[in-house]
């Protein structure tokens, strides 16, 4: 089925060239052209279209307002923001209606690479209502005493920015909200950036407080009926993955690139369990009760109960936000990293051994640990051998906990 997309600009000319630039996917998409806001809107409400590619300057409702409407009516729909570098207060004031944020001029490679990701994502959740409650999400929760200690420290006479991003590293939310935005093309940043501490650097202080002050990208979680330390054991999880899969790609000689990516998707491998436990959280206690009564895995009582994984949820998440491939594949798979193409030692090899690792070395529910082994797919990587070694590098890493 064709891709519908809709593009959004006042200025005539841009528009041209749009329609010039993407000719070549005329096969491929159906493609709407509007000059000003309230026309798209009318168009949407007649066309399913699922992607919207807005300008950011555009007199009347400006493309923020407009991003803002279509994520209320149309949540489905994947935003992406088009904006020039002096428009900064322009694209600040959409961190939470877009996607994605382009910087213009756009060449057409990174137009069309960026729409296209989003066909390949909808291969992760095949429901419209389970990609309409992940389009919606703008922010995630934080760890209640984390997202104090980065207000405290923003909003003090003298803030660090090593200290911000120390606090950013500690909390998952905050990683891939952050992870998001140094990730668009609007900041320039050809570099590759994994690592919170590096974005916030390369950020700089004043548009960090601006965002987290002004635009509130992080929130504090609200438990809404989930056990209190449910938070708490996520966190110290996703920190302790992180950890031993830096461990592992470092024990298996990969490239440093690799090593930060799986460091970072052992970050962000659960991040799908917040999407879960911020927007269904009955689901979830029915989860719970179904992994307790039947020992299966985690993973198949949440394809049973809400018709996909927080595997599935977190890669598609973070895909749409515009994080790199390899750390939403690692999501995506990491437990079941059979399912994946690539049959060499990746960033998901390395996550999904660490999370096995974790939970055998500091032990959790009987449907979690040994049994989330893919034995066939590190056989296949001649990683199945080296788990023994692996666990005492993992477990030296963590502190011998």
């Not at 060449?107 to 209502?129: M, N």
């Not at 990293?337 to 974790?358: M, S, Y």
Request: include cysteine; charge should be negative; proline fraction near 5%.
């Amino acid at each position: 089925m064709a891709l519908e997309v809709l593009f959004v600009d006042h200025d005539p000319n841009v528009l041209r060239a749009l329609r010039r630039m993407l000719r070549p996917m005329r096969m491929e998409w159906t493609m709407h052209f509007c000059s000003e806001a309230r026309e798209a809107m009318e168009l949407l409400a007649q066309e399913a279209v699922d992607v919207v590619v807005s300008d950011m300057r555009m007199p009347g409702i400006d493309g923020a307002q407009f991003l803002l409407e279509v994520r209320k009516r149309h949540p489905d729909i994947i935003r992406i923001a088009l904006s020039g570098y002096s428009e900064q207060d322009l694209v600040l004031r959409a961190v939470r209606a877009a996607h994605q944020y382009l910087a213009k001029p756009c060449d057409a490679e990174k137009l069309r690479s960026t729409i296209e990701r989003v066909k390949t994502l909808r291969t992760l959740l095949d429901e419209k209502p389970l990609r309409a409650l992940v389009s919606s999400v703008d922010t995630l929760p934080s760890l209640p005493a984390l997202y104090q200690k980065i207000m405290e420290e923003l909003e003090s006479e003298d803030p660090s920015i090593k200290r911000v991003g120390e606090i950013i590293a500690r909390d998952v939310a905050m990683t891939a909200k952050i992870l998001q935005l140094v990730n668009s093309a609007f900041f320039g940043l050809s570099r590759h950036v994994s690592s919170p501490e590096q974005a916030v650097v390369l950020l700089g202080l004043n548009i960090i407080k601006t965002l987290v002050i002004s635009t509130q990208i992080f929130t504090e979680f609200q438990a809404r009926g989930l056990p209190p330390d449910r938070m708490d054991r996520l966190w110290t999880h996703s920190l302790n993955t992180a950890v031993c899969a830096k461990t592992v790609a470092q024990q298996a000689g990969a490239d440093p690139i690799i090593v930060d990516d799986a460091c970072m998707a052992g970050m962000l491998h659960d991040v799908g369990k917040l999407v879960l436990w911020q927007a269904l959280p009955d689901q979830v206690a029915e989860v719970d009760q179904r992994c307790e009564a039947t020992g299966e895995q985690e993973w198949k009582s949440e394809h049973a109960q809400v018709g996909t994984t927080h595997a599935e949820l977190g890669a598609y998440l973070l895909g749409v936000w515009g994080l790199p491939d390899n750390i939403v594949e690692a999501v995506a798979f990491h437990h079941f990293p059979g399912r994946c193409p690539h049959r060499e030692f990746i960033a998901l090899t390395a996550v999904h051994a660490a999370d096995v690792l974790t939970y055998a070395i500091h032990g959790g529910p009987p449907y979690q640990g040994p049994n989330l082994v893919d034995a066939a797919y590190l056989d296949q990587l001649q990683c199945l051998s080296r788990l023994k070694e692996w666990k005492s590098a993992c477990s030296d890493a963590l502190g011998g906990q």
